[in-house]
């Protein structure tokens, strides 16, 4: 694998994200947040040939973010009905796997993790007043077993 020099290059501009889900959707969202991995860590108590105690941290369980997706509210219904399916207690039938890609300004798409298995925990509507004029921002959440950055 090639090593990218740091200082070529600039960091990538977010303009618009995609989202694709197998046989769920295809939709673009304005934020998406929680695309990552933490490995716990555990405090391991250790002591030495000459009593000394010490701590040694040492991996433990590898966890991954709640995946949360926000954009324009729309005539689209892909994900209250996936969403609905889970509500039932279909969740194994219903879990997907799926690519978010990062798009720039040119439209080009610049970066994309892909997750594994799936499933909307929570999804809501748009906080409504009528007195500003903002758009209508729906939220779903996605819960998964895994996510990697694959571009």
């Known amino acids: 694998m090639p090593v990218t020099d ?3 290059g600039d960091p990538f501009q977010s303009f618009l994200f995609g989202i694709k889900i197998d046989k769920v959707s295809n939709a ?4 998406i947040g929680g695309v990552g991995s933490e490995t716990e860590v ?5 002591v030495g040939e000459k009593g000394q105690e010490a701590v040694r941290k040492i991996p433990g369980r590898l966890k991954w973010g ?3 997706l926000k954009r324009g509210l729309t005539g689209n219904l892909d994900f209250w009905d996936w969403f609905k399916l889970v509500e039932a207690g279909k969740i194994d039938e219903n879990r997907r796997d799926g690519t978010i890609t990062m798009y720039n300004q040119a439209g080009d798409a610049v970066a994309e993790w892909t997750f594994d298995k799936g499933w909307p925990s929570k999804i809501s509507g748009p906080s409504i007043k009528s007195d500003t004029g903002q758009i209508g921002v729906e939220e779903m959440t996605l819960v998964h077993e895994g996510i990697r950055r694959t571009k």
């Open 66 to 68: 709640d995946i949360t």
């Open 42 to 46: 555990i405090d391991h108590k250790v």
């Open 6 to 8: 740091p200082i070529k």
């Open 28 to 31: 673009y969202f304005m934020e």
